[in-house]
């Protein structure tokens, strides 16, 4: 395996990898994106908000700590071998792409046997932490290997990758229900769904950056697909989810933290729309970014509810 520790060019500079991962580790830790935890927050956030919603719904004080450890792990893991099988598959185009051509497969940090060694041992992390809830979310938690799988093809074959991407990213909401209750209603679906919209949203903002570049890579998103109206789409889908989201708390019947949170969910996701600019790369980044705090907050909400 290679021992090489050359940076990455999308990757924050200081983060911890390039600080303290000894330094055979690194390519390995940057294929995986833990040098930007972003990505899995994002796909933490619905588990989160699906397991405090349900457990307001049963009618307890806390979510189950467990499960909030559970899928934080599995969060961590398989985000990790999903960016490695992306990076696995796109290898040529990021090669051909500015801000992807430094990332450990096309910059020759990590050989391609080598990354599938590793998303293998990842895979096999996150099918440890599945095993460990109820068959019913054993069986929906497989279902979304589908998605998964499919994902890194979309953007050669649709304008609509992000909302494949939504699919997956969004595949907590039901998760964390399930592992609840061993079933699902239509709570979750409803929060499924504004997830999807979510993600859609958030990833046109990141997709942002790479307008140029994908343009002549042949590479598809809703950013190009979107264009000068993307700042306008981006609020109507950010709109869909959050009353999606408000039909989900409605059919369980939070309580005033819970629609306090949303709405401050609701204000945050207004102010990215507000601010996006077609032509400013770093603010997109920061705009994405900052969903992680959108998320945080709405689960917040849902916690302080069950509480009061």
Known sequence: MSLSHG????????????????????????????????GWWLLLLPCWWSAALASN??????????HLVLFLIGAVAMRGAGCTYNDIVDRDLDAGVARTR???????QVRVRDAKIFLLIQAL????????????????????????????????????PQFVLGLAFSWGALMGWSAWFGSLSPAPILLYAGGV??????????????IEDDKIMGVRSTARLFGDR?????GLLYAGAVLLFAGALWMVGVGWAAWLALALFAVHLAWQVVRVRLDD???????????????????????IDGLI
């Open 7 to 38: 940076t990455v060019a999308d990757a924050d500079r200081g983060n911890w990898v390039d600080h303290y991962a000894p330094l055979w580790l690194r390519p390995y830790a940057r294929l995986a994106r833990w040098d930007r935890p972003i």
């Open 57 to 66: 719904a049963a009618g307890a004080t806390w979510p189950n700590f467990a």
């Open 102 to 108: 430094s990332r450990p497969i096309p910059s020759g």
């Open 125 to 160: 992390a996150g099918l440890a932490v599945l095993l460990s809830l109820n068959w019913f979310s054993v069986l929906l938690g497989l279902g979304s290997l589908v998605v998964v799988a499919a994902y890194p093809f979309m953007k050669r074959i649709t304008d609509w």
């Open 197 to 210: 919209l979510w993600t859609i949203g958030y990833d046109t903002i990141y997709a942002l950056q790479d």
């Open 230 to 234: 993307a700042p306008q789409i981006v």
């Open 281 to 303: 790369e770093p603010l997109a980044l920061r705009l994405f970014k900052s969903n992680r705090d959108a998320g945080l907050i709405l689960f917040a909400g849902l916690v």
